[in-house]
């Protein structure tokens, strides 16, 4: 079974940016969507951004996420990595990668079965 494990978290300043990287996740052969969640204290966690690839590569971003995030897919590294721009405080949380078999860019954390153990994202002046 695929272990992920995440990194590139850390504290910085509102309007900044981080990359962050989900290792052991972009090498796959197989038609796979990796995805990334966050879940800020005392609330659920909430989807942020997927990426699919089986034939064709497919991305897929929250309302939040979007114009300011990009999911990308490194097989030579074999990660997913999730560059963020123009961070706020309330992008604060912890930052989880997950993976599902298939292609389809599913938003519900239910619907992933393999999650990494997360990476702290602090977003404070």
């Known amino acids: 079974q695929v272990q992920l494990e995440e990194s590139g978290g850390g504290l910085v300043q509102p309007g900044g940016s981080l990359r962050l990287s989900c290792a052991g996740s972009g090498r796959s052969s197989r038609a796979v969507v990796v995805a990334w969640f966050r879940q800020a204290p005392g609330k659920e966690r909430e989807f942020v951004a997927a990426?699919?690839?089986?034939?064709?590569?497919?991305?897929r971003y929250s309302d939040s996420a979007i114009d300011r995030f990009t999911i990308s897919r490194d097989n030579a590294r074999d990660t997913v990595d999730l560059q963020m721009g123009s961070l706020k405080p309330e992008d604060t949380a912890v930052y989880y990668c997950?993976?599902?078999?298939?292609?389809?860019?599913?938003?519900?954390?239910?619907?992933?079965?393999?999650w990494g153990q997360g990476t702290q994202v602090t977003v404070s002046s």
């Open positions: 997950a993976v599902r078999n298939g292609v389809v860019l599913q938003t519900s954390p239910t619907a992933y079965v393999v």
């Open positions: 990426i699919s690839w089986g034939g064709t590569t497919n991305t």
